[in-house]
């Protein structure tokens, strides 16, 4: 078994890539009509294409329990997920600029620095450098 | 207080975590710098005794404590930084055994075997992909 896909919940999958792309900078893989006009969209880094895709399911438009998750964790401020990046300082401030808006601003832990952003599509995304 | 009234959940837990699992700066500053260490130097010979001498640090001490703040041991993260950098390696198209000596492996056998079992591809086949994908790419 290989790890090759990690599914995001987002409640309008147009108003996602956008995001997901035009801010965040991943780059489109895959784009198939789903039927009832979901679409299985997936991206990858575009330092990494052939590195795991991240999904974007619209499970919370179609299944409640989905829905009731992805609130109780925007509200506790937990992320959804995280990614990797060389910098958080400057992804912070790139992002910032972007009016991306952030609930933890870059702080240090341990041997990591991270920083928590809302997505605008429903969900707490964490950025993590490795120090 | 109002900034802790508006913590969230989340950031109560770091919080929670930071004080008691990363409380002790000075070890965590000695395992970032045997980390940097281990990136500017990852070609040459390393081993534990080399890296507990840079920080005067007793060597079994610095095995723990690596792994305890960034769950793997300094042996394991030597070899995946050797790895990474011979995937950028042979994707510029540096030959196999110069790459393997490039990044610091003393046998090509233990080398192909290494990246084998990290990437699921020998580093020929590895190449040989990169290759032909840059050709579909600007042939397709």
């Known amino acids: 078994m290989k790890v090759t896909l990690i599914s995001i919940p987002v409640r309008d999958q147009e108003k996602a890539l956008k995001f997901y792309t035009e801010k965040l900078g991943f780059i489109i893989k895959k784009d198939a009509p789903l039927g009832g006009g979901n679409r299985w969209i997936t991206l990858v880094s575009p330092e990494w294409q052939d590195g795991p895709e991240l999904l974007l399911e619209p499970a919370p438009n179609h299944f409640e329990p989905c829905k009731v998750f992805q609130d109780a964790l925007m509200e506790a401020g937990i992320p959804y997920t995280q990614f990797d990046v060389d910098s958080v300082d400057e992804e912070y401030d790139r992002l910032l600029k972007l009016d991306v808006d952030f609930s933890v601003q870059p702080t240090e832990m341990g041997t990591v620095k991270f920083a928590v952003f809302n997505d605008t599509c429903g969900n707490n995304i964490q950025i993590v450098e490795t120090l | ?140």
């Open chain 2, 1 to 140: 207080m109002p900034h802790l009234l508006e913590m969230t959940f989340y950031q109560e837990k770091i919080n929670h975590i930071k004080a008691s699992c990363y409380s002790n700066d000075q070890q965590i500053q000695t395992i970032i710098e045997t980390r940097q260490f281990i990136d500017t130097n990852f070609e040459k010979d390393l081993n534990l005794n080399v890296l507990s001498d840079v920080n005067s640090t007793s060597k079994y001490h610095l095995h723990r404590l690596f792994k305890r703040y960034y769950g793997l041991t300094p042996r394991q993260y030597l070899i995946d930084k050797r790895i990474e950098q011979s995937k950028k390696n042979l994707k510029k198209g540096m030959s196999v055994t110069e790459t393997c000596f490039a990044v610091g492996f003393e046998s090509l056998g233990s080398f192909s075997k290494l990246f084998k079992t990290k990437t699921g591809k020998s580093p020929s086949q590895f190449q040989k992909e990169q290759v032909s994908r840059s050709e579909l790419d600007t042939n397709f």
